[in-house]
């Protein structure tokens, strides 16, 4: 399938199931919002990131209703930009100590034990842990992966967001696990346990 498909089987899933997540879902970003923070990244998106945001811009009110993924809530194209800037920044120090630019240039889905500009986010959590893609070149460009604490960036990953999406529809259209995570719905938002 594609970006455009797995999504719109998402957002009809909770329209249907979940129509307060469905509601809390902002409609997409107008494609100049998303070359300007493109072009803020300094980054190439790939096709696939920059679809996701012409689709629909996240949770701006960072509520709990929105976790279309187990445990994350899509991050709109405000908040990308001001997260991808503090977390660039914040992880500057490690970045420079760890290998500097040159790390910019290994395959993306190697684990660089910092947070590169190469790495866009897309989903957060209230802990805040990051879903982000990464823009490296490689094999494995595109793939999201996760950007959690202390683990930086060795959290789960998928071959892309399309793989992410088909992966979290198949698991609420069978209702089944997602990685472990069990889907219920709770007065018309999607909620995710882990047993």
Request: charged share 20%; aromatic share 10%; net charge negative.
């Amino acid at each position: 399938m594609s970006v455009e498909e797995n999504w719109l089987r998402l957002h009809d899933w909770c329209l249907r199931e979940a129509p307060i997540t469905a509601a809390a879902i902002d409609p997409p970003a107008g494609q100049s919002f998303v070359d300007e923070v493109e072009a803020l990244t300094g980054r190439k998106w790939p096709t696939e990131l920059r679809t996701w945001f012409g689709l629909q811009n996240g949770n701006p009110d960072g509520r709990h209703s929105a976790l279309i993924f187990p445990e994350y809530q899509p991050l709109p194209l405000d908040l990308v930009a001001s997260r991808w800037a503090s977390m660039t920044e914040m992880w500057a120090d490690t970045t420079a100590a760890v290998g500097g630019l040159s790390l910019l240039d290994e395959p993306a889905g190697e684990v660089s034990g910092t947070y590169l500009s190469a790495y866009i986010p897309i989903a957060f959590n209230i802990r805040g842990d990051l879903l982000f893609v990464d823009t490296r070149a490689g094999h494995s460009s595109g793939c999201v992966r996760g950007f959690m604490g202390e683990d930086n960036d060795q959290g789960e990953s998928w071959a892309s967001i399309d793989s992410l999406l088909e992966e979290v529809v198949a698991s609420l259209e069978d209702g089944r696990p997602c990685r472990g995570w069990v889907p219920s719905i709770d007065e018309g938002w999607l909620h995710w346990e882990f047993p």
